[in-house]
């Protein structure tokens, strides 16, 4: 069987940049100047590490804590990522990368696991929601950590890259399991690994379930394009059929060195698509949608998916209410062919899964509440604003 853990044997030049990439508030105020809400979340994190430092010293219990509190995830942000960067302390992207103290308040009905991933998870780091597909977790870590993410009961913990025992378990889970058709390689950022790793990951799955269509999703052709050379293009060109879906949110990121790492990827024969989360002062405009779709569209990714934000704990500054997402894709579709507009989906809270939010818009709404009946004819709820 492939091994996997082969350590890195040779530094690229992406690999250097990964390293390099802003992990603390000293080197980040190094590079631009916070502004008050931002240093307020740092101030607060600090309170909150030096509180756990002492409570753990009255302990004198070796536990292990990261220092950070459950539910925040740690600054990580690439010097490529912050080079697009405006000023603007409401610079779109900067809004997606630089914490603010925002991210300390839940919102009423935020969780840590908004998706109820844990429910569907009959192996470890799998997720097996839907009855052909499944997602799997390869690793914790990304390079640009979100500041939106709703994946945060697992990104950036402690859970590292998939060991081989657990490969081993999802294997066997997926070799008495013939109805799943497809897997989604997901995370963290799966192209956070080396070539070596996750390419030997590749093989082995597909060792054991040849013809299983894979996907995988990324951020890094936006977050770190040096991240996608010709020979990695070339190698999941010869893994074929194996999607790549771009995570992508505002047309500023598509720069020229993102748009050589797509050329590169669409020149070797592998098939792009893209998703996208509506975020409240990032993309929450008609204009800034119909251009990222056209961007895409035009550097050949099919938009795939507009997500609207789930309740993730401490995003509710991130949320756009769900009429006004609707508004917007009524918008959209006046001006956008078929293949530039994405489907516009919302995961149910609590593990009702997707629904298309134009095909199936909420049934009724209930004190402030939307009310959706889930295909599997359950109700669940979704907060009005
Ligand atoms: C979104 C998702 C999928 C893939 O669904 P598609 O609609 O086919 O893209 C699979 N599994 C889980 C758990 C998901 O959240
Ligand atoms: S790349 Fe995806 S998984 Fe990673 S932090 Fe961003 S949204 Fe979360």
Not at 153 to 171: A, C, P, Y
Not at 190 to 215: C, K, M, N, Q, Y
Not at 333 to 353: C, Q, T, V
Request: aromatic residues 8%.
């Amino acid at each position: 069987m492939v091994r996997i853990g082969v350590p890195i044997r040779k530094l690229t030049h992406w690999n250097i940049e990964f390293r390099r990439r802003v992990r603390t508030r000293k080197d980040l105020e190094r590079k631009i100047s916070l502004s008050p809400a931002e240093i307020e979340f740092f101030d607060r994190l600090e309170a909150s590490q030096n509180k756990a430092v002492q409570e753990q010293a009255a302990r004198e219990s070796g536990s292990g804590t990261t220092g950070v509190p459950g539910g925040i995830i740690p600054l990580a942000v690439p010097n490529y990522y912050l080079s697009l960067l405006g000023s603007d302390p409401a610079d779109p992207l900067r809004l997606q990368c630089i914490p603010r103290v925002e991210e300390w308040e839940a919102g009423p009905l935020e969780t840590e696991d908004p998706l109820g991933d844990r429910m569907y998870s009959p192996v470890s780091r799998l997720v097996h929601r839907y009855r052909d597909r499944a997602l799997l977790l390869v690793t914790d870590q990304c390079v640009m950590n979100c500041r939106f993410c709703f994946r945060r009961h697992f990104v950036g913990k402690t859970q590292g890259t998939i060991r081989q025992s657990e490969l081993d378990h999802v294997i066997d889970y997926l070799k008495t399991h013939p109805e799943v058709k497809e897997l989604i390689l997901s995370g963290g950022d799966p192209l956070s690994l080396s070539d070596e790793r996750l390419f030997a990951i590749v093989d082995t799955l597909r060792f054991h379930r040849p013809g299983i269509v894979l996907r995988v999703s990324s951020r890094l052709p936006v977050v770190l394009p040096s991240r996608i050379t010709r020979r990695f293009a070339y190698q999941m060109r010869s893994r074929q059929p194996f999607w790549f879906v771009l995570h992508v949110n505002h047309p500023r990121e598509l720069a020229p060195e993102a748009d050589l790492a797509l050329k590169r990827l669409a020149d070797a024969g592998v098939p792009l698509l893209s998703q996208t989360v509506l975020l409240r002062g990032v993309n929450d405009d008609v204009q800034t949608l119909e251009e990222l779709f056209r961007s895409l569209t035009a550097r050949r990714v099919k938009p795939y998916y507009l997500f609207h934000a789930d309740l993730a704990r401490g995003t509710s500054h991130f949320r756009v209410p769900l009429e006004r997402g609707m508004d917007l894709v009524r918008g959209l579709k006046s001006r956008l062919s078929s293949l530039a507009l994405p489907g516009y989906a919302l995961d149910l809270p609590g593990g009702g899964g997707k629904v298309s939010l134009m095909d199936s818009p909420p049934m009724r709404e209930e004190e402030g509440e939307w009310i959706f009946l889930s295909p599997e004819g359950q109700e669940y709820r979704y907060p009005k604003e």
